[in-house]
């Protein structure tokens, strides 16, 4: 599934787009912050760029321009209107650059998207009738493949799970599938439990959903800075299989 970065002020217009989308790409909602921004492209990895000009001021204009000036090669679709496009200096022309001209309808971004990226709008429209699992969705997030697979085997009779081996991996889960409940291990290497949880809630995709911390560290300083990021829970690994089982029933209620 093609990754989206979606760069846009957060209003009913991106969340109605962000909906449309999330059956077709993997997408990544950014606030225009460039600092922000910068470091999604890097951990997201996205195979194209999306903005939405409504709403955006001046300085995040001009950081939108640096990030397609930097990536010149990445594939992009602005969407403004003529006005917007002709006073920040946009060129429509560019092979990488496609403009969309305010008022457009979702369905047309998201054709401009796979045109953008040479793949098959109809084909994408066939894959979303694919029936779906109605279980709730449990995501364990963990550096060891061996405790990933053990806690998948003890609950997966009941629930669907989902497993990923580094916080960039778990991004690309959520956004195929977004989790009712995740088991972050928050000592994993480049991108650490921490900065997953920080992420998590600056996305008002994900800001809501209940994130559990796993960790061996037993030192009550750490734990207490853990603690300081507001996790929906703490477990000390190795995590007892009640203790699994209790804070799934909690934030679960089944």
């Known amino acids: 599934m093609k990754r989206v970065l979606l760069i846009a002020e957060m209003n009913e217009i991106t969340r109605s787009l962000n909906e449309a989308m999330l059956p077709y790409f993997q997408v990544q909602l950014c606030v225009a912050d460039m600092d922000y921004a910068g470091k999604m492209l890097k951990i997201f990895e996205p195979d194209i760029l999306l ?4 709403q955006i001021d001046s300085t995040g ?26 006073g920040y200096g946009f060129d429509s022309d ?3 650059i496609h403009c ?9 971004i998201i054709r401009a998207l796979c045109e953008s990226m040479g793949i098959s709008y109809t084909d994408y429209e066939d894959k979303i009738l694919e029936k779906k699992d109605r279980r ?9 493949p061996l405790l990933l697979r053990s806690m998948k085997a003890l609950v997966s009779d009941k629930y669907r ?12 889960v959520m956004q ?14 480049i991108i650490n439990g921490k900065m997953v949880l920080k992420a998590i809630r600056a996305n008002y995709q994900f800001a809501h959903l209940p994130v559990i911390f796993l960790s061996a560290v037993a030192d009550r300083d750490y734990i207490q800075e853990l603690l300081a990021l507001k996790p929906d829970g703490y477990i000390l690994k190795p995590a007892r299989q009640e203790n699994i089982l209790a804070m799934i029933e909690k934030h679960l209620g089944i």
Not at 100 to 108: A, D, G, H, S
């Open 51 to 54: 903005v939405l000009f409504n």
């Open 61 to 86: 204009i001009r950081g939108i321009k640096n990030i397609l000036k930097e990536y010149d090669m990445l594939q992009a679709v602005l969407v403004g209107s003529q006005y917007e496009f002709k």
């Open 94 to 96: 560019s092979i990488h």
């Open 100 to 108: 969309l001209t305010r008022p457009v309808k979702n369905q047309e």
């Open 136 to 144: 709730k969705h449990i995501l364990f997030v963990d550096d060891n």
């Open 161 to 172: 799970v989902s497993i990923a081996v580094s916080g960039s991996q778990a991004f690309e």
């Open 176 to 189: 195929q599938e977004c989790p009712d409940l995740i088991f972050l291990d928050c000592e994993m290497p």
